[in-house]
């Protein structure tokens, strides 16, 4: 993967982690205000990867030739509903009440980019909580703050360790982003401009 210089294009303290996680060096680039809108018939599953590809068209015309930029975008879906990130407590313990007790989707769109080529996918784990307490509720959210995570909980916090009772699929795209599969496309970008 020496050709390009990988850029990871998230806020996300989670996000970096992981990239960390691959030892391929790597840059955070961030930029302000990018908006995070989508069609309103879109399906819920088509989301992610939806929003993932708009934030990479938004770094584009900045882009270096010999850069590779990855953008995502990670939604958690119960039913038909997608629950983003809680905009209060209130919102956030709603989430949790809603998500207790039962199986959700957690569903990460993932983009790829350079000057010459593009490719994007989602991963989806399946996320099933125990039932949880009004009081459990209100003590992560009160404690963890997690206004900056959708559905309103980080896995690999407290109510993660209490409350998940079953997991199908990547653990990691739970946290945001879904590091083999990452890893696996950025060996066949790499491997195709060999060529």
């Known amino acids: 993967m020496k050709q390009y210089r990988i850029v990871l294009a998230s806020n996300s303290p ?16 961030v930029l302000p205000d ?14 992610p990867e939806y929003i993932a590809t708009e934030k990479a068209e938004a770094y584009r015309a900045q882009m270096a030739g010999d850069e590779l930029i ?40 993932v983009c790829l980019t350079t000057k010459e080529r593009q490719k994007s996918f989602s991963v989806t784990t399946d996320v099933t909580f ?12 009160k404690k963890y703050q997690p206004f900056d995570k959708a559905g309103a909980y980080g896995i690999q916090e407290w109510i993660g360790y209490i409350g998940v009772t079953g997991l199908k699929g ?25 060529e």
Request: charged share 25%.
């Open 70 to 109: 990855i953008t995502a975008d990670t939604v958690v879906i119960l039913g038909q509903e997608v629950l983003g990130k809680p905009s209060d407590s209130d919102d956030a313990c709603r989430m949790l009440r809603e998500l207790s007790g039962r199986t959700h989707q957690v569903i990460t769109g």
């Open 170 to 194: 990547s653990y990691y795209n739970v946290m945001g982003l879904p590091i083999q599969r990452i890893y696996t496309e950025l060996k066949a970008f790499s491997d195709s401009s060999d």
């Open 14 to 29: 989670r996000r970096r982690q992981l990239m960390g996680g691959l030892d391929i060096p790597f840059e955070v680039r």
């Open 130 to 141: 125990g039932p949880l307490t009004e009081e459990e509720i209100t003590h992560y959210v």
């Open 34 to 47: 990018i908006e995070e809108n989508y069609p309103k018939g879109l399906s819920v599953n088509q989301i």
